[in-house]
């Protein structure tokens, strides 16, 4: 076995990074691009550094995006506004409902079983609303998945 060859391939591999990454002399670099062009293998091996090198970028352009929208989410604006807006939402629909049923129950042509259907299904509703408003708000304090990022 040679132990020339692992040397050899380290060297190459350093060559084409410093040639990849522009920090090889104009005179390294052009022996480099010779070499290229010439040799399949060193072109080969050109080819692959170059599409890990644009993975590996295109990852960090996503976790720098992924960054830089957690930071717009958690902003104190950003926040409050949430906030603001899901309690606007539960009281426009407790409200909407409470007034559906007021006048659902007032209306003197409905029988007593509508009535009863109707008003155990708005109770229902503004129920599974509260609970469901309830759980998240409790959550929202403990959630162990909050810094998870998919």
């Not at 480099?32 to 644009?54: C, F, G, H, N, P």
């Not at 902003?75 to 007034?99: D, H, Q």
């Amino acid at each position: 076995m040679n132990p020339q060859v692992p040397d050899l391939e380290a060297q190459t591999f350093e060559q084409l990074s410093g040639y990849l990454d522009g920090e090889l002399t104009q005179q390294e670099a052009q022996k480099v691009a010779l070499l290229i062009e010439t040799d399949a293998d060193y072109k080969q091996l050109y080819s692959e550094l170059m599409l890990m090198r644009q993975e590996v970028q295109s990852l960090s352009l996503q976790e720098q995006e992924l960054e830089h929208l957690d930071k717009l989410f958690q902003e104190p604006v950003a926040k409050t506004s949430r906030i603001f807006g899901l309690a606007l939402l539960g009281i426009t629909v407790t409200i909407g409902v409470v007034f559906t049923l007021f006048k659902f129950f007032t209306h003197p042509e409905l029988g007593v079983f509508e009535k009863l259907l109707v008003g155990g299904l708005g109770s229902g509703t503004l129920l599974l609303l509260f609970s469901v408003l309830r759980q998240r708000l409790i959550s929202m304090k403990n959630d162990k998945y909050k810094r998870v990022k998919l």
